[in-house]
């Protein structure tokens, strides 16, 4: 085996790997992680850092196995910076190196993912009905296509000053997908421009609910989930997750030792509640829907 070559048992690990690099102090530093993981890190998706790296180690030529000497780890990042914040470091801040066929294989994925969400947010104001997500993409393309046209328009025009009263109101638009953000927030900005500019006719989709549960059942505190509370980090009980999952609270009252709430939620987070009632309650707690499909103005 020639020197500086790494054990089978790392080199095994080393497979399907997506690199993040990060120069500091002259020199080139290295993590191995798993595909798709960086950013879903870097999205607060996943939070197990565990899950992230292949091997916890910093690298100076990870296709090499090369780790990067302690020297120069603490003369670029500092004498007593521990690994693991080095590793961090890297991790929040290097470069994500990305070839052209996992490029394109994650745009798809996060275009896809786009889609799913906006289709299950707008229905038909009519019909109240959701699109299908090739209705939702062939009317993304419609957004995209008119604000290209405006941007053109405007650098055209950008000589000439637009008479008073004759600017026109800048709307919300789409310019496509992008690889490193978010789908979820991606999805929130293809919304706006779909509600905005109507090139098929939407609205948000929202259901109303009432939701009823016995005051003692909502203390229920949930395994594994937290919260910050006013005294720093706490664990999320019953009532915590149902407000997390209702978007819009109309009214929410107390009589006796029940607790009623009126509120808007996303068609998506219906069975989330249901199945939280369900579970949490042992059956006391109940959920009605007033209405299917509801406009609700932001």
Not at 279 to 285: D, F, P
Request: proline share 3%.
């Amino acid at each position: 085996m020639p020197v500086g070559i790494k054990t089978p048992s790392n080199q095994i690990k080393l497979t399907n790997v997506s690199l993040v690099r990060l120069k500091k102090g002259k020199k080139r530093f290295e993590i191995a992680c798993y595909k798709n993981k960086v950013l879903e890190w870097r999205n607060g998706i996943e939070k197990n850092l565990d899950e992230v790296l292949q091997i916890p180690n910093v690298f100076v030529n990870v296709s090499k196995g090369e780790t990067a000497k302690k020297e120069d780890l603490a003369k670029a990042f500092g004498k007593d910076v521990k690994q693991d914040d080095i590793i961090l470091e890297i991790l929040n801040k290097g470069e994500l190196q990305v070839g052209e066929k996992e490029r394109a294989a994650q745009l798809e994925r996060v275009h896809n993912e786009i889609v799913d969400i906006v289709a299950g947010k707008l229905v038909d104001p009519k019909t109240k009905k959701v699109y299908t997500t090739g209705m939702i993409e062939k009317a993304l393309d419609m957004v995209s296509a008119a604000g290209s046209q405006e941007r053109q328009e405007k650098n055209a025009s950008a000589a000439d000053a637009p008479a008073e009263g004759e600017e026109k109101k800048h709307l919300p638009t789409w310019t496509g997908v992008n690889a490193t953000k978010s789908a979820k927030s991606q999805a929130l900005e293809a919304i706006k421009a779909l509600v905005a500019r109507q090139p098929i006719p939407v609205e948000r989709a929202r259901m109303s609910l009432r939701i009823t549960c016995p005051m003692k059942e909502l203390k229920n505190t949930l395994k594994g989930q937290k919260i910050d509370g006013e005294d720093g980090e706490r664990k999320m009980t019953v009532k915590d997750k149902i407000l997390e999952l209702v978007e819009q609270i109309e009214r929410q009252e107390v009589t006796g030792s029940e607790w009623e709430l009126v509120g808007f939620v996303e068609p998506g987070a219906y069975k989330l509640l249901g199945d939280l009632i369900g579970s949490e309650t042992k059956g006391a707690g109940r959920i009605e829907v007033l209405d299917m499909a509801v406009k609700h103005e932001d």
